[in-house]
């Protein structure tokens, strides 16, 4: 078995590889020109150019290193090779695509490996608007790197009042509907709600105390996979929905829309539905 340290240097290199193709997007504008956009159905699921090039970075950096293993890619689906190692990675080349055309600067690559019993090795979110690149490997704990400066995380602060709690919203007007029916009891307990637009960084925000708890439903495996490692090597309570073919990437075995994705500390863990 490849120690997860390797695997974390390789899913650092190329979540850096992407981070550059995003780095590349003028400062200037919000409306999305020169970015290639299209729409992927949902009236708010969208898709550019800068997608797409990053995941393409993302799988040469992955590939040149490990070309045996398989990968999984919002935008390429999974491609499987001739022999396969068992190791499959788990790439969203721009989480917080809208965030992204709209110049928020809550968008992130994320990068993360799971071995072929479906345990996740290794992830990283590098967010390159923010200059952070938040990473963790299997038991060796989770970290963030600013400016040059590592520091490792550990979760929300315990003990402190005010707490917020983070989350996100369907597509699907049905769906949306459906989680903000259910919003304020969900939030029993938490002073204030925030809504970021990019999954794989609440889950890192939770990692490093920012958010107190992260819960939606219905993310896709490559908007938690990083983020979800992270913040459990951070020591937080972590659930994730489970996969029904660890090699081959998604479904989930539970229903994608009512299976929640959450983290946060131990004494929120009965917040979140089954």
Known sequence: MTDAIELLAVAKRAAAAGAAVLSRRSAA?????????????????????FDVAAENAVREAILAERPNDTITG??????????????????????????FIRNIVYYATSVAVADADGVWRAGVVHAPALGRVYSAARGKGAWLEVAGETTRLAGPVPG????ILATGFSYDPDTRAN???GLAELMNGFADVRR???????????????????????????DFSAG??????AG?????????SPLDGGPTIEDRLAAWTCAGALELSGKFPL
């Open 196 to 222: 970021l637009g990019s999954a794989a960084l609440d889950l890192c925000l939770v990692a490093d105390g920012t958010h107190d708890a992260f819960g939606e439903r219905g993310l896709n495996e490559h």
């Open 160 to 163: 402190r009042t005010g707490l």
């Open 29 to 49: 504008g919000t409306g999305g020109a020169g970015l290639g956009m299209s729409n992927k159905g949902d009236a708010g699921d969208w898709v550019t150019e």
């Open 228 to 233: 979800a490692l992270i913040a459990e090597e």
């Open 74 to 99: 919002e935008e390429h689906g999974t491609t499987r090779p001739e022999q396969p190692s068992g190791y499959r990675w788990s790439i969203d080349p721009l989480d917080g695509t809208t965030n």
């Open 179 to 181: 989680q903000a029916e």
């Open 236 to 244: 937080c309570w972590v659930r994730r929905p489970r996969l029904e």
